[in-house]
């Protein structure tokens, strides 16, 4: 059961190098995902009819820089994310977010760039204004969707054309409005967010 986050799980990416902020990670944020990963992957899976399965990030890859931030993710294979677009609940030191993503190593993103270019005048209706855009899963930097018609040619071609191109779109939560709500406001606020942006996950399947 999610009961909510805390001042400490935030101050988790203030620890001091890789292994002690692993350590901590582990200790205080990863059992929290994995609640969170409990509650709402059987949301996802009832809303689009497919099962989704949890993935709460590893960092296994890192040798030497602690992680800044951290999340669950949500896909459809049960032996990882990365490779198809999926939904993400995780944080920063600064915010919690919640997100639809295609990360770099995503095998459809081409085709994914393609359909957004081609329906973008159409579906920038069905996502709510509210939503922020970035093209760096690394780089906390958005665009609020109201500006998007000005760089949706850009953030396409870097999906089409930069083996390193990404995208990702959703909401982020302060820290201190993020610690203020319920484990279950939260989620609803989670939930929500991800159900809003299924014309963006549904978008290969139109």
């Not at 200790?27 to 949890?54: H, M, N, T």
């Not at 919690?96 to 329906?119: D, M, P, S, T, W």
């Not at 083996?163 to 279950?184: C, R, T, Y």
Request: hydrophobic residues 40%; neutral net charge.
């Amino acid at each position: 059961m999610f009961v909510g986050w805390k001042e400490e799980d935030f101050a988790v990416f203030e620890v001091e190098g890789l292994e002690p902020r692993m350590e901590a990670l582990k200790a205080r944020v990863r059992p929290k995902f994995e609640a969170i990963g409990s509650a709402l992957a059987p949301d996802l899976s009832a809303r689009y009819g497919e099962e989704f399965y949890v993935h709460v990030a590893k960092h296994a890859r890192r040798k030497t820089n602690p992680p800044n931030d951290s999340w669950v993710s949500f896909a459809t294979n049960p032996r990882g994310y990365k490779m198809m677009p999926h939904f993400q609940v995780g944080m920063w030191a600064t915010h919690a977010f919640v997100q639809f993503a295609i990360i770099y190593e995503c095998v459809n993103k081409k085709e994914f760039g393609e359909q957004l270019a081609r329906e973008w005048s159409s579906l920038k209706r069905e996502i709510p204004e509210h939503m922020l855009w970035y093209d760096d899963h690394i780089k906390p930097k958005s665009v609020p969707h109201p500006e998007m018609d000005e760089k949706i040619d850009i953030f396409t071609k870097k999906l089409i054309q930069n083996k390193n191109g990404e995208l990702l779109v959703g909401i982020e939560i302060p820290k201190a409005q993020a610690i203020a709500m319920s484990g279950e406001a939260f989620l609803d606020k989670a939930r929500k967010t991800m159900f809003e942006l299924g014309p963006l996950y549904t978008l290969l399947q139109r």
